[in-house]
């Protein structure tokens, strides 16, 4: 097999010239170091790459070039290698560019010229974008492919869970030739999709998140019947708590029911998370913890969904689903929160086709030159509505309230002000869909006047409030009415302990009612809807996780 590239592009010979010998110093051995002095010869280079099918792991690009610039000879090579890891060669003067580049190009990094010494300013940053590609390695004759309809639900759910759970993909379309094709050599009609046909080979009609999961390389089934502790939940608290927890030696498992990272991970851009000045995608930073956890030692079992707790003496048992069950010292529940569904006539019948709820980030470019429709005033709904503005005519930003500025930071009221192609619509509520198999109208009313309009769209994308998914729960440990968990202080009641609480201490600070049972993120009544906050809870409940298994 040819060796993965690494290509350079810089319009300036010396430059050119020392990046590439200190590239070849390093990874000359591994990789193929090619060098072009333009953008547009490099986007020759890289075609006759992809013609002989060869892998590109890494696009190092100046941002000062003539014709066409570094960010770019970026946006334009990502048609060609989309999982490429992308770096911009900037001066001091350059690095607002920089910035700017993230959200344009995705940008991986930035290095700012000279990088000598490599061995620190150069080769930490390589070694580590290099990691990321060979965990996602890019898609070639052996990736999986999806062949669906555009406005299928179940097709949607298939792309949405490989990819959230970062598993690359091919979607073909059931009405294209090549789809045509795979469909009768399957033995399937266009009523059939989705079908998926694994990197293996394997074809699957409509399967489910768990047949999916075990086909693609997820893990479902525990390697043991005991733990030290599980992790139910992979968002940021629930990665938190398996890095922490692993790390430290405990035997941990994490359960997910869909895909890590949680909301947090379906947000194209997170700039107010501690150690990324620049802003990291959700599925960055999800990639990295759950590749953090595994290195760890941790276990992630997805699309495995559990239904019940139970006490049994000093351990904990936790039952699947499908029946089988997993037995722990103690438990994190870490299950975050699930989007409110939007109430509004004939809008669950479009739900993936046309109503999406998150951003489902893989449909952008399907939105291209089109009207966007985001509702909700918080963070997340402000990150997917700068994401969209890229790809959209226009992005309508529907909100309840008279502003953003009671629900969402203030660094993203400001960048959603400067962005031409966004429109805040205050006081606005969706009211009903219309369509023919797929969203094509909704109804607007304006809550202050009544007054109802009706406007032509395809997409519709909801974050409204959060509901925790415990009603599984019911009955076993405290919840508020809400249904969010109720830890520590919260369960004591005029410096009473709960009723039935065995231990003669009170409970630790993220404990339940459930001694040995701690909750953290978004699933804690009263906690702080930050990924920063759920990922210190995460690590805090496995220091309380060890005072329990000292002396429960």
């Given at each position: ?187 399937l009609s266009a009523d059939d999709v ?310 003669s201490r009170d409970p630790y600070h ?22 920063a906050s759920a990922v210190g809870e ?15």
């Amino acid at each position: 097999m040819a060796k993965p590239t690494i290509l350079t592009v810089d319009d300036d010979p010396g430059v050119s010239r020392a990046i590439a010998r200190d590239l070849r110093r390093r990874y000359g051995d591994r990789y193929r170091v090619l060098r072009a002095p333009s953008g547009e010869e490099a986007m020759e280079a890289l075609r006759e790459v992809k013609l002989r099918g060869e892998p590109l792991a890494v696009m190092i690009a100046d941002y000062r070039m003539p014709t066409m610039n570094g960010v770019q000879f970026l946006e334009a090579a990502m048609d060609l290698f989309p999982l490429a890891r992308r770096v911009l060669l900037t001066a001091y003067a350059d690095t607002g560019a920089a910035i700017d580049a993230i959200n344009i190009v995705d940008l991986d990094h930035y290095l700012l010229k000279p990088w000598s010494p490599p061995e620190e300013n150069l080769y930490p940053v390589l070694d580590s974008l290099l990691e990321l590609w060979t965990n996602a390695p890019e898609r070639g004759a052996g990736e999986t492919r999806i062949v669906g309809h555009r406005w299928s639900a179940p097709s949607f759910a298939v792309r949405e869970f490989l990819a959230r759970n970062l598993v690359p993909y091919r979607w073909i379309a059931a009405d294209e030739p090549e789809g045509r094709r795979l469909l009768d050599a399957a033995g399937l009609s266009a009523d059939d999709v989705p079908l998926v046909i694994t990197s293996e080979g394997k074809t699957l009609q409509s399967p489910t998140e768990a047949e999916l999961a075990a086909q693609v390389g997820l893990s479902t089934t525990p390697a043991s019947d005991f733990y030290d502790v599980v992790v139910i939940g992979a968002g940021p608290a629930g990665l938190g708590a398996a890095v922490y927890a692993a790390s430290e030696g405990l035997r941990t498992v994490l359960v997910e029911r869909s895909a890590t990272g949680g909301q947090a991970g379906q947000s194209s851009r997170i700039e107010n998370y501690l150690g990324f000045p620049d802003g990291v995608s959700g599925a960055q930073l999800t990639d990295r913890a759950r590749r953090q956890a595994t290195r760890f030692g941790a276990e992630i079992l997805s699309a495995r969904e559990v239904v019940a707790l139970e006490a049994a003496g000093a351990g904990r048992v936790l039952r699947f689903s499908d029946g089988t069950s997993i037995g722990a010292h103690t438990v994190v529940l870490a299950t975050g929160v699930s989007y409110r569904r939007l109430e509004g006539e004939g809008l669950n019948e479009f739900t993936g086709a046309g109503v999406f709820y998150g951003s489902a980030s893989f449909e952008a470019a399907n939105c291209s030159g089109q009207d966007v429709y985001i509702v909700g005033g918080a963070n997340s709904a402000g990150q997917a509505a700068v994401y969209f503005s890229r790809y959209a005519r226009r992005v309508h930003l529907l909100v309840r309230g008279a502003d953003l500025i009671r629900s969402m930071s203030y660094y993203l009221v400001q960048q959603i002000s400067a962005i031409d192609n966004i429109e805040v619509h205050p006081h606005t509520e969706v009211t009903g869909g219309e369509g023919d198999r797929h969203l094509q109208r909704l109804t607007l009313r304006d809550n202050r006047t009544g007054d109802v309009v009706t406007t032509e769209t395809s997409w519709l994308f909801i974050f409204i409030g959060a509901e925790p998914p415990t009603d599984w729960l019911d009955g076993v440990v405290a919840r508020d009415g809400r249904g969010f968990v109720l830890t520590g202080p919260d369960l004591l009641t005029e410096g009473e302990r709960p009723a039935h609480w065995p231990l003669s201490r009170d409970p630790y600070h993220l404990e339940t009612s459930v001694p040995g049972v701690f909750a953290a993120g978004d699933v804690r009544a009263d906690s702080v809807k930050r990924v920063a906050s759920a990922v210190g809870e995460g690590a805090m409940a496995v220091s309380l996780v060890h005072r329990y298994l000292e002396a429960p």
